[in-house]
């Protein structure tokens, strides 16, 4: 697959590939000499990511006679509703991507098979990030390996700030200063752009903005952080700078729903700033030749002492089906994937994914991308004042929001009104 493919070309012609081909392989000599055929069902971040993981499996296939993995992966969305209706009638992958949120659902459900026996051998995760690993904790019970390290942020074109002579404040600021930024932004460069990405629709940000306020989206008992008033004070700072010019109005933003990174502002030309997640700044990278820049979102309030409020996490870690027959072949191709130098070196390199391991990631900046060597270099800023982990919610969050944060766009709600639905919708699934 070329890399001018954006992300929905490679996810749509990786899934006609990996539905037409099984990655053949081999089992260890350990196990038996029967053949063991592993679906393997999962989310990519972006194309790159797609074609190291494939490589990555390949290989162990290579090695290893007797192992057939079946890869079924596609977007995020694509696949939490194929989980949901293959774990509902019993025959979920045999392991398969879940992020925190999905992890607390099937957990609870008790689809994930706890994982606590393979640790600390064959799977040593001794100096993986804290957060990562809470991010596959739950109840004390590890159920899912963490394939990456990621964290809020927001990806920047300096060209731009440089262009307009608009400042960028400093990694510790303000959300009244990146509204103030962005509206400068905009009014520097003139009408059809905008200094910043609407991200009201976005889940984390929205987690990161509660920080500020001394809550969070969820408790770790997986109940609501926050107020009404809360959530309608996030509706109605995004309302302030749309009527301000800071982000696009609806119609505008409307454009860069879904899945696909190129539709973004970043990418079609259209905003400066977009509030994000580091696992997504390769793949955004690939698709521009203006160099990007990763920044913390803002950290706190005018007033209010600034702290990081920025946590790091697993956004994709590796479950086993409870079901499976092949729970110890499955945790070797884990091994593989994070252990053997052979295996890290195709999982990680050019992919975007950065490891939880602290040996990993030191590795990465090493040899990587110079896409890598920013993503560890903010990693690294962030773990010099860590914020309490991410805590599981539900899934579908961010299309609640987009939802709720829309109806005020367009004028159909009031932030107040938008709370209440998002709230309600939100509850449903608790």
């Known amino acids: 697959m070329s890399r001018t493919l954006n992300r929905r070309d490679a996810l749509r012609h990786g899934a006609g590939l990996m539905g037409g081909l099984a990655l053949a392989g081999l089992t260890p000599r350990a196990f038996a000499q029967a053949t063991a055929r592993i679906r393997f069902g999962g989310y990519v971040e972006s194309q790159e990511q797609l074609k190291q993981t494939l490589a990555t499996l390949k290989a162990y296939s290579d090695r290893n006679p007797g192992v057939e993995i079946v890869p079924e992966f596609t977007s995020f ?61 739950l109840g004390g019970q590890l159920y899912a390996i963490p394939n990456d390290c990621i964290a809020p942020a927001i990806t920047l074109k300096p060209s731009v700030f440089e262009e307009t002579g608009v400042p960028l404040p400093d990694q510790m600021w303000t959300w009244e200063q990146m509204a103030e930024t962005a509206v400068a932004i905009t009014k520097a460069k003139g009408p059809r752009f905008w200094g910043l990405e609407d991200a009201g629709a976005n889940y984390i940000p929205c987690d990161v903005f509660l920080r500020g306020r001394g809550k969070s989206m969820f408790t770790p008992e997986r109940q609501f952080g926050f107020a009404r008033e809360d959530m309608a004070e996030w509706f109605a700072y995004w309302g302030r700078l749309r009527d301000a010019g800071g982000v696009p109005p609806g119609e505008v933003q409307a454009l860069a729903t879904g899945d696909d990174p190129a539709l973004t502002g970043l990418i079609s030309g259209r905003t400066a700033m977009f509030p994000s997640l580091t696992d997504n700044f390769a793949g955004l990278q690939a698709l521009t030749e203006d160099p990007l820049a990763l920044h913390m979102l803002p950290n706190g309030f005018q007033g209010g002492t600034l702290a990081q409020h920025h946590y790091t996490y697993a956004g994709n870690s590796t479950g086993l089906w409870i079901k499976s027959p092949h729970k110890d072949r499955i945790i070797d191709i884990i091994r593989f994937m994070h252990f053997d130098p052979a295996g890290v070196e195709l999982y990680y390199r050019g992919s975007g994914v950065v490891p939880a391991s602290r040996a990993g990631r030191a590795a990465l900046a090493k040899e990587g991308t110079d896409s890598d060597r920013k993503i560890i270099a903010y990693i690294d800023l962030l773990q010099q004042n860590p914020a309490a982990p991410r805590y599981p919610g539900v899934t579908g969050m961010s299309n609640m929001l987009r939802r709720a944060n829309e109806a005020v766009a367009f004028g159909k709600m009031k932030p107040q009104e938008a709370a209440d639905q998002f709230i309600g919708e939100a509850k449903a699934r608790l």
């Open 77 to 137: 969305g694509a696949f939490t509703d194929k989980l949901a209706t293959e774990a509902a009638g019993g025959n979920a992958p045999d392991m398969f991507s879940v992020n925190v949120d999905l992890l607390g659902e099937y957990a609870r459900r008790g689809v994930l098979a706890p994982l606590n026996g393979y640790i600390p051998k064959p799977l040593d995760l001794s100096d993986y990030v804290d957060g990562a690993i809470k991010a596959g904790t």
